[in-house]
């Protein structure tokens, strides 16, 4: 299968909607940083070396004994088409910074979109696991496993004090940044979230909107991720997480009950709106779209709105980006034509069937 | 990746600039770039989280009353600790080696630890350390079984405990 099958088959294994604690959780990823030893990272590494870390990686993923080859493909950046590069991002596979400088850049990826492979992006390896739901282990696991195969080829730059040694500081240790990838609108409708965010920061964990540092906090969506990398284990750090997100999760829920007990006619009122607006709107923006897809799937957890599934807001929330729309319509589409062929999208896809 | 116009500091300024559709990508430093006036459209270079972290490490030269020499350079990538100041990044592994006195402090800042209690690679030689990890930890939940009065777990972990003593002896 080549690049453009993978792409175009479109919906990435974190985007199932399935696994525990769905109806809030969107998904877990887990994210190891690991590097050569010897040869500079690659900010500072001359040409000469990112390629000889290119090469190294393609031969290390061929001797992978722990992935299996039907599974994995080696592509190099430069030989992927701008738009498939944005695709890549918009389905979180790779990290923005990954499409620019693409020269030495390559990526590894799984056929089911479960696990990914940067080369070259700002350590040598970044491996990346992706799962639907609350899976945080089963995703560490996944890296885990692809991590020991690499290591049988590969010397790690790796001290006995500080662990796997990373480009920047923040990450070095266990190299790992887990995240966990959850919906609170009730939180964010009632101000609770802000609140909320100073907790988690209190207890040595990040919030990040979706796309990363500095993104904003679209549909209601946010990202918890540990801060600290060095003087835990991975399981601890993952069992952190974890407990912490289930506060969270309870909190949403208590807050969704309360709600429903005590405003259920407005709440309705305002879920209803929101179908009606994207179900009859001829042009949309992403940021409006998220606001009223979170309305939406809100409805549809609370058993408010029924006949649809729960997984059209993380389906669409990829799908309704610039690239992934230009994609299913087969050619460019300027700022204005984008948001018209969203509103289309949108309303075939969250319509009730009679 | 140096910079192309001096070939000796690390390039972070990346121009490609396309005229009458002929292509050219220049990759230079700070300074160079400053000079060539490649960097008029920004005031100061972009104030990215790892400037702020960068930044993270200037009170350590006031505190301890001796300024870190920031000029001392990595003999492996050239990277020198004010450039890493700068970027917020090191340039290779033995940038940690260089530059251990003035990193210990900040990655304890940072990180609220500076010592490794994960995963090791399973390279050769690092068996002694894979063992130690796994030792300490068997002793951890030791204590643990005993403080739940688990005496048969317990055992069980104190019989694994005196296998891999034998085997670092």
Redesign the interface.
């Known amino acids: 299968m080549s690049l453009g099958d993978i792409v175009k088959k479109m919906s990435s294994e974190w985007m199932k909607g399935t696994g525990p604690e769905n109806d809030i959780v969107i998904g877990s990823r887990v994210r190891l940083a690991r ?1 050569i ?5 690659p ?5 000469d070396q ?1 390629r000889q870390v290119v090469d190294l990686v393609a031969k290390a993923t061929e001797k992978n004994s722990r992935i299996n080859p039907e599974m994995y493909e080696f592509v190099r950046m430069q030989e992927v088409p701008l738009l498939e590069r944005q695709l890549l991002v918009e389905k979180h596979l790779i990290s923005p910074q990954h499409t620019e ?1 693409v020269k030495y850049k390559a990526v590894v990826l799984r056929k089911d979109e479960a696990a990914s492979i940067m080369v070259n992006e ?1 350590d040598h390896l970044r491996i990346q696991a992706l799962f639907p739901g609350l899976q945080l282990l089963n995703a560490w696991e996944l890296c ?1 496993e692809i ?2 195969g690499y ?1 049988e080829t590969l ?11 990373t ?4 990450n ?3 190299g ?1 940044r887990a995240s966990i990838m959850v919906h609170l609108p009730v939180l964010a409708m009632t101000g609770q979230v802000q609140r909320m965010m100073g907790a988690v920061t209190q207890f ?1 964990l990040a919030v990040r909107g979706l796309y990363g ?2 993104t904003e906090f679209l549909g209601n969506i946010f990202q918890l991720s540990n801060q ?7 399981e601890e750090i993952i069992q952190h997480l974890t407990n912490v997100t289930q506060q969270i999760i309870n909190q949403e829920r208590a807050a969704r009950e309360h709600i429903l007990r005590r405003g259920k006619t407005q709440l309705e009122d305002r879920i209803w709106r929101s179908y009606g607006i994207l179900s009859h709107a001829r042009s949309i923006s992403t940021q409006e779209a998220m606001q009223l897809l979170s309305d939406v799937r809100l409805g549809i957890d609370l058993g408010l709105l029924r006949g649809i599934e729960g997984r059209i807001l993380q389906e669409l929330l990829v799908m309704i980006r610039p690239a992934h729309l230009q994609q299913m319509m087969g050619r460019e589409l300027s700022a204005p034509e984008r948001d018209v062929h969203r509103a289309a999208l949108i309303r075939e896809r969250i319509a009730i069937p009679r | 990746m140096l910079c192309d116009a001096c070939g000796k500091r690390i390039a972070t300024v990346h121009v490609t600039k396309v005229i009458n559709n002929e292509k050219t990508e220049a990759h230079l430093c700070q300074e160079c770039a400053h000079e060539q006036g490649q960097m008029s459209f920004m005031t100061e270079p972009s104030s990215t989280f790892h400037n702020i972290l960068a930044g993270l490490f200037e009170p350590e030269t006031v505190i301890s009353g001796r300024p870190i020499r920031t000029r001392v350079r990595c003999e492996n990538c050239g990277l020198s600790f004010g450039d890493f100041r700068r970027l917020g990044h090191l340039g290779c592994n033995h940038c940690y080696e260089t530059f251990h006195q003035q990193l210990e402090p900040l990655i304890r800042r940072v990180q609220g630890s500076t010592r490794h209690t994960g995963k090791v690679p399973r390279i050769e030689g690092r068996e002694r350390l894979v063992r130690e990890r796994e030792l300490e930890r068997l002793r951890k939940e030791l204590a643990e079984a005993i403080a739940q009065e688990a005496y048969e777990r317990a055992a069980v972990i104190r019989d694994r405990i005196r296998e891999l003593e034998a085997e670092q002896d």
């Open positions: 590097n030893v010897g040869i500079p990272f900010a500072v590494a001359g040409e990112l400088q700002e885990n991590d020991d290591e010397a790690y730059a790796f001290s006995d004090d500080w662990g796997y040694l480009s920047c500081p923040t070095v240790g266990t790992m040595g540092e500095g600290v990398t060095l003087g835990h284990t991975e």
